[in-house]
């Protein structure tokens, strides 16, 4: 799918003005029709592909409650010298509770969701956007491979 300009501007923004939500009867929303095959993810984040089962089973827990969910994306390039290194857009949902809700429903305070969907788009040609699929993975492990293993060129949070 081919996606516009006005699409493009639309899209950049709507998550300028709705970065956060709350999210009531939550549901996981990753399946294998759009899922990510996970040996490109291992190529692409291989320290965070590696938590991918953890965070999935960790996030089913909370299916059917309530779910606070910041959204973002950003726009990199791995690290390294290559010129022709490809281009991706992450776009990821950060899911959280705060510790009323973390009680509300039974849980300990101190217990954290710390569980990521990541969507991997490569837009190294802008006019042939490639969707790659999405993966629940642990958000620390993510953000700090982020950083550590990509040149940021845009960040949209």
Same mark, same amino acid.
């Given at each position: 799918?081919?996606? #516009?300009?006005? =699409? ?13 939500? #709350?999210?009531? =009867? ?8 759009? %899922?990510? *095959? ?8 291989? !320290? $965070?592909?590696? $938590? ?17 969910? +910041?959204? %973002?994306? +950003? ?8 010129? *022709?290194?490809? #281009?991706?857009? /992450? +776009?990821?949902? =950060? ?5 009323? =809700?973390?009680?509300? %429903?039974? !849980? ?34 993510? /953000? ?14």
């Amino acid at each position: 799918m081919k996606i #516009t300009e006005l =699409q493009k501007l639309i899209r950049e923004e709507v998550r300028k003005i709705v970065n956060e939500s #709350t999210i009531n =009867q939550f549901k996981p929303i990753l399946d294998r029709t759009n %899922q990510i *095959d996970e040996r490109i993810f291992k190529k692409l984040m291989p !320290r $965070t592909e590696k $938590t991918s089962k953890e965070a999935m089973k960790r996030i089913l827990t909370f299916e059917g409650n309530t779910m606070f969910a +910041h959204y %973002q994306y +950003h726009i990199v390039k791995p690290n390294g010298n290559k010129p *022709d290194r490809p #281009t991706y857009r /992450l +776009h990821d949902i =950060q899911y959280w509770l705060n510790d009323a =809700q973390m009680k509300m %429903q039974g !849980r300990d305070p101190k217990e954290s969701v710390n569980v990521t969907l990541v969507t991997v788009y490569d837009i190294t040609d802008p006019m042939k956007e490639r969707n790659l699929g999405k993966i629940y993975v642990d958000t620390d492990s993510y /953000l700090d491979e982020l950083k550590r293993g990509f040149e940021l060129i845009k960040r949209v949070s």
